[in-house]
C-alpha cells in the first residue's frame, strides 16, 4: 500500500482514556478483509459537542447527530461509525439506516437511542446496506476495550494512507487531564467545518455548552484553516466527548484549552499530510490585510488554485501565481505594497520581483517537503494561516477511479 511522503513515521502511542472504550470489526460495507466499523462506549455522565459540514446536502448521519446534540439526556452515550459508504444523498433510505443502527446499538449497549450519535463516510448516493452493520453490533459490544483506539482509527479510514491519531496531556491544580483524537480525511478536504470525521475524547469535566463553544472556537483556528482540494463533503463531523473521570473542572482553563488546540492542530496537519497525492506540506501565512477575514481570503485564494498547487508539485517557484491568487481573492490589496516571500526568501517586494532574488534560489526552496509561503499585503495588521499541499498526478488517479 502507498503511504503519504508526508506521513508520520509511526501511529503515536495513545493512552486510555477512563470513561471510553472501543471495538472495531469487518461488516464489509465495501472494503473486503480489512475492518470497516467501529464503536465507542461512553461512561456515564460524558457531555458531548460537535461541530458538522456545513454543506447543503449533508447525510442523514449529520442530520440526525446535529438533532441530538444538546437536548438528548445525560447519562452514557455511544458513537458507531463506518467507512466504505457516506449513507449521502440517499433519500428516506438514508434515514431509516441510520435509526435502524441507532436501534440496533442501543439494544446491545442498553444506551438510549438518543444518545446513540453515527457517521458514515465513504461514497455519495449509493444505499448503506446497514444490515451488515447491524449485523457485527453484538460483537462489537462484547469486544469493548479501553485499548482500542488505533483500531478505531484505522476502521474509519476510506482513501487514507496512514492512520492519524494524537494526544496530550495537561497538569491542572496537581491534577492530570488527558486528551486523545483520532480522524480520517485525505480528499473531499476543505474549510466549511471541515471535510473529515474527527473523535476527541478526554476524562476532563466541562458542561456541554463550555464545551461546544470551546470546540467552535478552536475549529476556526484549525479544522477550518486546512484545505486539500477545495471541496466541501455531505457527511463530515468533529466530535468530542469529555467523560469527566478525572474530577477535574476544565471549565476556562487556559491550560486544557491549549492542549485540546494543540491535539486538533496536530489531527489537522495529519489530515493535510495524507492529501490524496500530496508530496508537499504548505503553510501560508498572510500578514498585512485590511483584516483577518481580508486575510483568510488572500490565504484559501492561494492555497485552493490549482495553478499554485501544481507549481509546488512541480518545485516551480512560479510566484507570479502567488500574485495571481492574492488578486481574484476579492480583498482588498495594493499590487505595489506586496510582499512575497517563499520561506526567508525575499521573492517579490515593492510591486516587482526583488532585486536580490535569484531563480536558483526559488527553485532550491521549493526542492523541500514542508514549505512556507509568506505574503504581507502592506494594508494593516490582518492574519491568517491556512495549511495545504501540493495537487499531483496521482490526485487524479485517486479520484477517477473511486467508485471502481
Known amino acids: 500500500m502507498h503511504i503519504s511522503p508526508l506521513a508520520p513515521a509511526s501511529f503515536p502511542d495513545l493512552p486510555a482514556i477512563e470513561g471510553v472504550r472501543f471495538a472495531s470489526g469487518a461488516a464489509g460495507v465495501k472494503y473486503k478483509d480489512r475492518t470497516d466499523v467501529m464503536l465507542a462506549e461512553l461512561a456515564d455522565g460524558t457531555s458531548i459537542a460537535g461541530v458538522f459540514t456545513r454543506s447543503a446536502t449533508r447525510s442523514a448521519p449529520v442530520l440526525d447527530c446535529q438533532s441530538k446534540l444538546g437536548v438528548a439526556s445525560s447519562g452514557r452515550a455511544a458513537i458507531l461509525v463506518n467507512s466504505g459508504n457516506s449513507n449521502a444523498f440517499t433519500g428516506a433510505a438514508g434515514e431509516d439506516s441510520v435509526a435502524a443502527i441507532c436501534k440496533s446499538v442501543a439494544e446491545a449497549t442498553g444506551i438510549p437511542t438518543e444518545r446513540v450519535f453515527t457517521a458514515s463516510t465513504g461514497v455519495i448516493g449509493q444505499r448503506l446496506p446497514h444490515d451488515r452493520i447491524t449485523a457485527k453490533v453484538a460483537d462489537l459490544n462484547a469486544a469493548l476495550s479501553p485499548d482500542g483506539v488505533e ?31 483520532i480522524a480520517k480525511g485525505s480528499g473531499m478536504i476543505a474549510p466549511d467545518m471541515a471535510t473529515m470525521l474527527v473523535y476527541i475524547f478526554t476524562d476532563a469535566k466541562i458542561a456541554q455548552d463550555d ?19 477545495s471541496d466541501t463533503s455531505t457527511s463530515d463531523s468533529l466530535m468530542i466527548a469529555a467523560t469527566g473521570a478525572s474530577g477535574v473542572d476544565v471549565t476556562n482553563s487556559a491550560g486544557f484549552t491549549k492542549a485540546l488546540h494543540g491535539v486538533m492542530l496536530d489531527l489537522s496537519h495529519q489530515v493535510v499530510r495524507d492529501g490524496e497525492g500530496a508530496t508537499k506540506f504548505v503553510e501560508i501565512r498572510v500578514s498585512g490585510a485590511a483584516s483577518d477575514v481580508d486575510a483568510r481570503k488572500v490565504g484559501l485564494s492561494i492555497a485552493n488554485s490549482p495553478l499554485v498547487k501544481t507549481a509546488i508539485a512541480g518545485e516551480d517557484p512560479n510566484w507570479g501565481r502567488i500574485v495571481m491568487a492574492v488578486g481574484k481573492s476579492g480583498a482588498k490589496a495594493d499590487r505595489d505594497r506586496l510582499t512575497i516571500r517563499f520561506g526567508d526568501v525575499i521573492v517579490a517586494e515593492k510591486g516587482w520581483v526583488s532585486p536580490d532574488y535569484t531563480e536558483e534560489a526559488g527553485a532550491a526552496y521549493m526542492k523541500q517537503q514542508d514549505l512556507v509561503i509568506s505574503v504581507d499585503l502592506g494594508i494593516a495588521g490582518g492574519l491568517e494561516t491556512i495549511w495545504t499541499c501540493d495537487l499531483t498526478h496521482q490526485y487524479i488517479t485517486i479520484n477517477a477511479d473511486y467508485r471502481s
Do not use: P, S, W, Y
Open 151 to 181: 483500531a478505531a482509527a484505522r476502521a474509519i479510514m476510506t482513501t487514507d494512507t496512514f492512520a492519524k491519531g494524537a494526544t496530550a496531556e495537561v497538569e491542572i491544580d496537581g491534577e492530570t487531564v488527558r486528551i486523545v483524537g
Open 211 to 229: 464545551l461546544q463553544t470551546m470546540l467552535r472556537a478552536l475549529t476556526d483556528q484549525t479544522f477550518n484553516c486546512i484545505t486539500v482540494d
